[in-house]
């Protein structure tokens, strides 16, 4: 065959069709071109250069507007040179305002009926417009990839099955943990430092008690006292004790409740389905301190047994020291029945502390981040396929109801996740499910628990109400009749005592007979002065404990109130708010920044009140008269203080009276799957902005925090759109041009 000669411009009009046709008659293998014959086709190709141009403008017009068809065209070059079945890259996919993909696109060039991909017409223009290169002979035809049984759903994950990786799959995809981040991540204070900082304060207490029994058995005390109960002295060994102990307490309360957020977590990202069950619906913080939590692992509630257990170590070390007489003057000792009683408590709350920290070492959270707030959530549902279950408008609010509804959803996993066809989706970070450890497939000892738990739910479920148009619910501490009669009764019970203390006949100052003995015995112990330190700082710690409830439950609500703003809520007001996973001290300072006043206050007093025992048990001593009767006296300086917590005490208590509508939600939302179903809305876990997150900064500058345009931050609400599933209540992004519903329309308080 001879080459085409140089005026033969039909030869070089269309070169792709040198690759695409097959001649009925054998070439030779390589044709090649003089210099003469490669410039006249480039010169034909730029001729051809404008209309190419003008074909690109038009068939970009018939797509999204504004959207990149290049990676889609380089894509399909690379299908068809690889010959193999691939999926659209992550980042191919188009771009929103944002800079986040708000869908996913089908990718040009898919003949649909055929299954096979088809060139388009972009495609041939690319291939026209592509530089030429020395063409060979005669081509096998051309494979064009076949599609994929697995399509790609709107969450980005596909169809296919769903394959969970194992820790160890994980170690083998990405042994330096770059690509994907480590399921380890878990609260600073349940870290190993920060435990072992608790072990050694244990340590030290204990260390101090048992020295200062010690040394006053053989120094027949410890120091002289002073005759006066408004020194130093008085604060030494009536206050300093239980105020160390206090610190000791908070400590390990902080402790409870980080373990609790984090415990649900942990439990899903289980490989073993019996350690998942029910872990949606475990709660994310503590119920009360009154009483021990009973719930995870038996490492969790040694120490949480050890922490309830150690609400006694306030009354009892304000009662651990009192004087004695010895050689003819009286002296500060111990009461070694009490110290060591201390000491044993202390030396079960330091084993279950090392037991605990030995469980977080070697504990897989399946974290990837802290999960603080509902923001931090709502990353775990973008690519989930288990969010059709919330999708429905009759969920109850009745826990054992909802939870009988919710039951497909009783084995739920956290983690990493495939499909089965390893070509699709690569791996991604989701709350799933896998076919073969749903409700259904549940067999063996499991099988009968999840029997029973679901006849029991489905009864309550027939006798229950549901459907109602708003929400109705209130945690118990905020609820009108418990938080007014708790105003109320304190309030009248601090009058009582104002009254009975400044009275003429019953002046607190004179002091009043203890009706028991105060003589202490051979070990220090004295009858009276034991119960009037215990029983007024258990009294204390009791208070202490219910108002911490109350402030638990504002913090845990304040977000979902802020969000049913009729003009919506800034990101870092609503969905990134961790008031609930915070320490003390750390909820008031972040509240006072968003402008949350109520829970900055109510917060900071709910630390402070711990003052209420430490000064009750420090509040009154036998002393003897000159006529030698013995009566317990105050300390002044120590009542006025308590009488002014007391006072602030009801002020916090009434400060929760107004305004409590606005907490009314459809159910709790102390569980996983409860702040879930208030986040069910397609277009909130669809949102680019919870896709591919990389931990809570990230997710922060996503949602506009932190930028120098304070506008430029998202805004969202609580509540309903109209024409768009109007009966499902969610959290739903308060678009610039969205039409603002008035308060009448959201179905919330």
């Not at 277009?683 to 919870?690: G, P, S, Y």
């Amino acid at each position: 065959m001879n080459a085409p000669s140089p005026s033969d411009s039909s030869a070089f009009s269309r070169p792709s069709s040198l690759i695409l046709a097959f001649p009925p008659f054998s070439i030779d293998p390589t044709v090649r071109f003089d210099e003469a014959q490669l410039a006249m086709f480039a010169a034909d190709n730029a001729s051809r250069m404008p209309n190419i141009k003008d074909e690109l403008a038009l068939a970009a017009g018939k797509v999204t507007p504004g959207v990149d068809d290049t990676p889609y065209i380089q894509y399909a070059l690379q299908a068809l040179v690889g010959g193999q079945s691939t999926s659209i890259p992550s980042h191919l996919v188009s771009n929103s305002s944002d800079g986040y993909s708000e869908r996913y696109e089908p990718m040009r060039g898919f003949d649909e009926s055929a299954g096979y991909s088809s060139p388009t017409r972009q495609d041939r223009i690319t291939s026209e417009a592509a530089p030429s290169a020395p063409l060979r002979g005669p081509s096998p035809p051309l494979q064009l990839p076949r599609r994929s049984t697995a399509s790609f759903d709107p969450t980005g994950a596909t169809s296919s099955r769903w394959i969970p990786v194992s820790s160890n799959m994980l170690l083998d995809l990405d042994p330096q943990g770059r690509t994907h981040l480590p399921l380890a991540a878990k609260p600073q204070i349940l870290r190993a430092f920060s435990m072992l900082l608790l072990v050694v304060l244990i340590l030290l207490m204990m260390a101090a008690l048992a020295f200062c029994d010690r040394y006053s058995t053989f120094h027949s005390g410890l120091t002289p006292y002073t005759g006066s109960i408004y020194s130093g002295q008085y604060f030494v060994f009536r206050i300093l004790p239980q105020l160390l102990a206090s610190i000791i307490f908070i400590y390990a309360q902080s402790i409870v409740t980080a373990c609790l957020r984090v415990l649900p977590f942990t439990a899903m990202a289980s490989e073993d389905p019996r350690v998942r069950y029910l872990g949606l619906f475990q709660r994310l913080y503590p119920a009360s301190f009154l009483l021990p939590q009973f719930t995870g692992p038996w490492q969790f509630k040694i120490f949480d047994i050890a922490t309830w257990l150690a609400i006694f170590t306030i009354p009892l070390q304000s009662s651990a020291f009192t004087c004695i007489f010895v050689n003819d003057k009286w002296v500060w000792a111990p009461v070694q029945i009490v110290v060591w009683v201390l000491v044993g408590l202390y030396g079960v709350l330091c084993i279950a502390t090392v037991i605990l920290m030995a469980y977080w070492l070697l504990q897989w959270t399946g974290l990837a981040w802290d999960i603080r707030s509902i923001g931090d959530l709502l990353p775990l549902l973008n690519r989930s396929n288990v969010m059709h279950s919330y999708r429905r408008n009759d969920l109850a609010e009745n826990a054992k109801v909802f939870k009988s509804q919710l039951r497909e959803r009783w084995f739920d996993r956290l983690g990493y996740w495939r499909a089965e066809d390893a070509t699709m989706g690569g791996i991604w970070y989701a709350i799933g499910a896998s076919p073969d450890e749903s409700f259904e497939s549940v067999s063996g000892p499991m099988s009968k628990k999840v029997s029973n738990d679901f006849s029991i739910d489905l009864k309550a479920a027939q006798n229950s109400t549901l459907g109602a148009p708003r929400g109705r619910y209130l945690p118990i501490h905020l609820r009108g009749g418990p938080i007014i009669a708790s105003a109320a009764a304190s309030l009248v019970l601090l009058l009582a005592l104002l009254i009975v203390s400044f009275l003429p006949q019953t002046r607190l100052e004179n002091g009043f007979l203890p009706r028991l003995s105060a003589m202490p015995d051979d070990n220090a112990f004295s009858p009276a002065n034991f119960l009037y330190s215990f029983v007024p700082a258990l009294i204390g710690i009791v208070l202490y404990l219910y108002f911490q409830g109350i402030d638990q439950s504002l913090r845990i609500l304040q977000p979902w109130a802020d969000l049913y703003d009729v003009n919506g809520s800034l990101a870092q007001r609503s969905l990134l708010a961790d008031y609930a996973a915070c320490l003390p001290f750390q909820s008031t300072w972040r509240a006072l920044r968003n402008g949350h006043w109520r829970v900055a206050a109510v917060s900071l007093l709910a630390t402070l009140f711990i003052f209420i025992p430490i000064l009750g048990g420090g509040l009154f001593m036998a002393l003897t008269r000159p006529d030698q009767t013995v009566r317990m006296y105050p300390s002044m300086p120590v009542f006025g203080v308590l009488i002014a917590f007391l006072f602030l005490y009801v002020g916090g208590l009434s400060l929760m009276v107004p305004h409590r509508r606005q907490f009314l939600l459809p159910r709790p939302v102390t569980s996983i799957a409860g702040i879930i179903s208030l986040c069910s809305a397609e277009e909130l876990t669809q949102d680019a902005a919870f896709r591919s997150v990389r931990g809570r900064k990230d997710l922060a500058s996503r949602l506009g925090v932190g930028r120098d345009d304070a506008r430029e931050e998202s805004s969202w609400f609580f509540g309903i759109v109209p024409g768009k599933d109007e009966h499902r209540l969610s959290v739903r992004r308060m678009n610039n041009f969205s039409e603002k519903l008035p308060r009448s329309s959201r179905s919330m308080a």
